[in-house]
Structure formats: C-alpha cells, structure tokens
C-alpha cells in the first residue's frame, strides 16, 4: 500500500486553458509554455493535452528533445537559447527555434557550420534587465542576422516586468520596444500570461502564456476563476492519524499553535518534502471531505495537522485537498507568502502523480 498522497493532473483544464488563451488572442499563435517539466504537471501530461497547439516553449535542450520524442511535430522555442555550439547543431537538427540574447550566440551562428538554418527570436531587453540585447539596438542586430546563412528567420522578443501590475502596467516598455523596432516589419512576441489577459495591444503575432495555462492567476487582486481559468492540478492527501486537544495543548514543532478550547485534529500524510510550503500559517485553507476546513500549528517534513472540530464524522481515511479545483493554489501561496508557480514546480518526486483524461 502505498503512501495517500497524491496530485492529479486534469488534462481536460489545460486543454480549456490553452483555448481560452486562443480566444483572448485570436488573431495571434499561441505558445504554450511547458518549461520547468510543464510547471510540474509534466511534459507529456501537456502534450496529451494540446495536441493541436500552435507551438510549444521551453527552456533546455533535453525537454526540447524529449518533445520530439513524444511526437511534437509542431516548432518549439528555446526560450533561454542554446548554451553551447554543439547545441545549437541540434537545433539544427530537430528544427528547434532559439532565442539569441548576446553577443556569444550570434558568433555561435556566424561561426558554426550548420546542416540547416535556423529560426531565430531575437530577445531585446526594454526594462527587464534580465536577458536581452538594448532594445535601440535591434535595427542594426537585425541586419547583421540577415546576412547570416545559417538564420531562416528573425522574430523578435521581450519581456514585460510588470504586467501583472496594474500601477505600472506595460506601456513603458511597449513604448521602448515599438520606437526600437516599429520599422523593422518583422513578426513579434511580446505577452505572457498577464499581458495576454490584460493587454490586448502586447498580443501581437505570437503569445506565450505560461502560468496561465495551469490555472493559476498571475495577477494578485483577481483570482484564476474571475479570469476564466480552470486548475489543472489537485494536490491532495488522507487524514493518518487524530487528536483530542484539550484548552491550552500545542500543536506541532515549536508549540506555535495553542488550542484555545477543545478541539479535534487530523494529521494529514503531506509535509514540506512533499512540496506543501512550511511557512503556510494556521488558517491556510484545506478542503476536509468536500467542506473548507484550516491548516493546524507547524508542517512538518512529511505532516500537517487541519482542524476536524466542525467536522465530527471526519477521521481516519477522510480527504484533504491541499489545492486543486475547490481550494485555490493561489490561496494557499498567498497564505504562505509566496506564489502559485512556486508551489507547482515544487511538488517532489515521491508523491505520485495520476492523470485525469
């Protein structure tokens, strides 16, 4: 037997996700953004799901492979670039895009004799100051690139820093990238998920929505549900064990929780190795046999307590949803001071994992 705990990828809500973001652009393709093992619903889980996609997005070359692997026949973009010559032959050879952020790749391109051109999204920095050439200087990059036989085509490419805010929104960095490039006449990618959903005007020839496609909000102040998305995980787990607490007993390491009157726990087979975060307060949300119930003192490495006092029926065996589809990763994230994509990518190993078609 093995240990009840669980997470449960819903392939039919990617596959809603991904059409929503269709239709919120529909005059743009649309990349679905599958790195860190597709936010850890996994690769193939989100192949099975969008058979039809536009294009996938990815970070290293073994993901970009293992899609091939699996059938992709669709483009698929290297979103950080290749970080070798020898990679970049392998673009080649799978027809992977890349991206091209410095001046080390573009001698890479220049300099390597390739079997067959290849497609390029020149990233330019607008604000980000993460990767990315100056944006004033794409007119001459572009000009360069063209006269490179082992480039087939050029698009170009940013990313916004704040999309997701609405005091600073994205017309900064719009209004630096369209000066730099406007004349260029070359396709575009600028959107993320929260440019996508809130800034028709970024949407341009190609849209990468990442978070999004997972049913996690990217915005703080609207949840996923306001915006239309459907969770495609459920983490969930079983009461293992249950106490009786009487006013003024603890809970937990470092006795943090003090019952204030008498109450019933259920210790629950999920902890922080299991990817549930250890800084979730008393009072983070859990869903107990279908009702909204709390978080109890302390997680442990491989424990949690939640409160069954409301619940009289609840005990052994009884059901815990950590988030999923009634208990938002977004709200249990926000409890815990950190966000939706954090919680995803870090479900461990040892949990299993089943697929929902």
């Known amino acids: 037997m093995t240990r009840p705990i669980r997470a449960v990828i819903h ?8 059409a929503h973001a269709k239709a919120c652009a529909p005059s743009s393709k649309v990349f679905a953004v599958i790195k860190a093992n597709a936010y850890g619903h996994g690769i193939a889980n989100m ?17 970009a492979l293992a899609l091939r692997e699996l059938g992709v026949k669709q483009p698929i973009l290297l979103l950080e670039g290749v970080f070798s010559a020898a990679e970049l032959q392998l673009c080649a050879n799978h027809e992977f895009w890349l991206s091209v952020h410095d001046e080390r790749g573009i001698h890479w391109l220049e300099s390597t004799d390739l079997s067959r051109s290849v497609h390029i999204f020149l990233k330019l920095n607008t604000g980000m100051n993460r990767l990315g050439f100056p944006a004033e200087a794409a007119s001459a990059l572009v ?8 480039v087939a085509s050029i698009t170009l490419m940013a990313h916004f820093a704040t999309a997701d805010d609405p005091e600073q929104g994205v017309a900064a960095q719009c209004a630096r990238f369209d000066a730099a490039c406007a004349d260029l006449n070359l396709p575009v990618t600028l959107a993320n998920s929260a440019a996508l959903l809130a800034y028709p005007e970024t949407h341009r020839q190609w849209v ?5 496609l997972y049913g996690s909000s990217p915005f703080s102040d609207k949840s996923a549900a306001e915006l239309g998305l459907q969770a495609a995980m459920t983490l969930s787990a079983e009461v293992i064990g249950v106490q009786e607490l009487k006013a003024g007993d603890t809970v937990g390491y470092g006795a943090g ?15 922080y190795a299991d990817g549930y975060p250890r800084h979730a ?11 909204r119930s709390r978080l109890i003192g302390r997680v442990s490495m491989d424990m949690l307590a939640v409160d069954l006092s409301d619940q009289p029926e609840a005990g052994l065996g009884s059901e815990v949803e950590l988030w999923g589809k009634n ?26 994992v089943f697929v929902e078609f």
Do not use: H, W
């Open 11 to 18: 392939t039919a809500a990617l596959a809603a996700n991904y």
């Open 47 to 63: 192949v099975a799901a969008l058979p039809d996609a536009d294009a996938f997005a990815t970070l290293e070359m073994p993901s």
């Open 143 to 150: 000009g360069r690139l063209k006269q490179c036989s082992n």
């Open 208 to 212: 990468r929505p990442g978070i999004s």
């Open 257 to 271: 929780f003090v019952a204030a009157r008498s109450m019933r726990i259920g210790i629950v087979a999920c902890g």
């Open 281 to 291: 307060p008393t009072g983070t949300p859990v869903l107990l046999n279908g009702v």
């Open 327 to 352: 208990v938002s990763i977004d709200e249990v994230a926000s409890a815990a001071g950190t966000i939706g994509y954090e919680l995803m990518c870090a479900v461990a190993a040892r949990v299993q």
